[in-house]
């Protein structure tokens, strides 16, 4: 229990990435490999176009690392989407086997870790880790109509488009070094407008968890990077490490990093797509070229569903988290 | 004691809503004023236009409705309602155009579960509950009203 795996043997072999227009069109929008012309990317529904990003995401970790589909043991996958559509569906061609993941947000981080202990224990050799996210098709399994002219919270984050992969195996540049599961964390929050807040205690919990394992102190790490917080649960974030005496001076939040202040995207991006295309294009390559020798990811999710949003329940939150390290 | 009702937890919800980010009620306001007054000088304008070309004044009302009820579903349809309703906030809700929006923008989203089961059953899931409460207040001050009279 409350258990920080330590691996020897798992690398980051290659990563990519499939964005949505207004994602692009933020800060760091040269550096993802594709850039959708439009939200709904030549199909007849979002959903349809959500499940594409992912295919697209993971056919190119074949094509841009010259891999065959039998060189595949797994896929590891998910999104937020009832049953896994996105996920179930986009595999469907692929012809590898599939193990759908669901974490709400942090479902990029569990597919690693959950891929990483796979090929650490030697059941598999290369597996292929992703989460995708769509704002149209979460907009209307958790909140409204898009076209509905509703005024949203300053508190309220973007999900954002995009799909992230990356392949798992025994070489490459960047290490899987330490991997600590969340534990389900409510602190009595009901408000589905401000999931920072609601996610914020989780992330503390796993951060504090795995710093205590292994000894270390926030410092350690060149950068610690949580999934989709935004900046209200940052702040908040902020506040529990402070009580706890932790310091913050690294701390970065992935879905602060996807859009300019000026595309009106309220406390920030969130989605599954927030960790894994900001790992996949941003980190990744940074830790490869040694800009960065050591980055914790923590994707939070808040485990909620529209039913427990109306029957009055507080929202559960979880944090995953994996540290990534450049091999000398 | 479960951890979403221990101290720390409630501890943790105060510092929320204290942490909340400020709105400026004076902005807010004065756009729902600009964008609501907005519509409704645009339905007087028509209606002023209707009663000019000799239409009566309940019939110039009841065109006028029509009227911005069109409007407002022709910019949900252009994507265009959903950027004023950011602003506008319940100025632009509350008026007839808002009430369009809140069917058009259902119908646009369930469409694609086909024209049964998608557009026609989702359409009213906003504007569904206002008609239902509506009709029922209005019974229930029609009888006050009767009773009264």
């Not at chain 1, 349809?48 to 697209?56: S, T, V």
């Not at chain 1, 540049?173 to 914020?200: C, H, P, Q, S, W």
Request: charged share 20%; net charge neutral; aromatic share 10%.
């Amino acid at each position: 229990m409350n258990k920080t795996f330590t691996l020897k043997n798992v690398f980051v072999e290659g990563t990519a990435s499939v964005v949505g227009p207004s994602e692009g069109a933020g800060p760091l929008g040269d550096l993802f490999d594709v850039i959708l012309p439009d939200d709904i990317y030549g199909e007849s529904s979002f959903e349809k176009a959500e499940r594409k990003m992912l295919l697209e995401s993971l056919s190119l970790c074949l094509k841009k690392y010259n891999y065959r589909p039998e060189d595949f043991d797994l896929i590891l996958a998910g999104d937020l989407l009832n049953q896994l559509i996105s996920a179930n569906f986009a595999v469907r061609d692929l012809n590898i086997p599939f193990a759908g993941v669901f974490g709400a947000c942090s479902t990029f981080n569990l597919s690693i870790g959950l891929g990483s202990l796979l090929v650490e224990a030697g059941y598999v050799d290369r597996v292929i880790a992703g989460a995708c996210s769509h704002h149209q098709t979460a907009e209307r399994t958790f909140r409204f109509p898009t076209e509905l002219g509703v005024q949203r919270k300053a508190t309220a984050t973007w999900t954002m488009s995009g799909a992230g992969s990356v392949i798992l195996s025994r070489q490459g540049l960047v290490k899987v070094k330490e991997i600590t599961f969340g534990r389900v964390v409510d602190y009595g929050l009901k408000d589905t407008n401000n999931l920072g807040a609601v996610m914020a205690p989780a992330a503390f919990d796993t951060l504090k968890r795995h710093l205590q394992n292994l000894g270390k102190k926030p410092e350690d790490y060149d950068l610690i990077a949580t999934g989709d917080l935004g900046s209200v649960g940052q702040i908040m974030l902020k506040h529990l490490l402070g009580d706890a005496s932790l310091d913050a001076g690294n701390l970065t939040d992935c879905g602060l990093l996807v859009y300019a202040s000026t595309q009106d995207k309220h406390a920030g991006a969130s989605g599954c797509a927030a960790s894994a295309c900001v790992f996949s294009s941003y980190f990744y390559p940074l830790l490869c070229q040694g800009q960065l020798k050591n980055v914790l990811l923590l994707a939070t999710g808040a485990l909620f569903a529209q039913i427990t949003a109306q029957q009055k329940d507080s929202i559960p939150a979880v944090a995953h988290a994996i540290a990534f390290e450049k091999v000398e | 004691m479960r951890e979403r009702e221990s101290p720390q937890s409630k501890r943790y919800v105060r510092l929320v809503e204290k942490e909340q980010p400020k709105v400026s009620l004076k902005s807010n306001l004065a756009n729902a004023f600009l964008i609501g007054g907005g519509i409704c000088v645009f339905g007087e304008i028509i209606r002023t236009y209707l009663l000019y070309y000799g239409l009566s004044n309940d019939l110039a009302s009841v065109w006028m409705s029509i009227a911005l009820v069109f409007f407002g579903s022709l910019l949900t349809g252009l994507g265009i309602y959903d950027e004023i309703g950011r602003i506008g906030g319940a100025g632009s809700a509350i008026p007839i155009t808002g009430f369009a929006n809140s069917i058009v923008a259902p119908a646009m989203e369930y469409r694609s579960e086909g024209a049964i089961l998608g557009l026609a059953a989702r359409m009213f899931i906003i504007a569904g509950p206002v008609v239902a409460y509506g009709l029922i207040s209005a019974t229930v001050f029609g009888l006050i009203r009767s009773v009264f009279r």
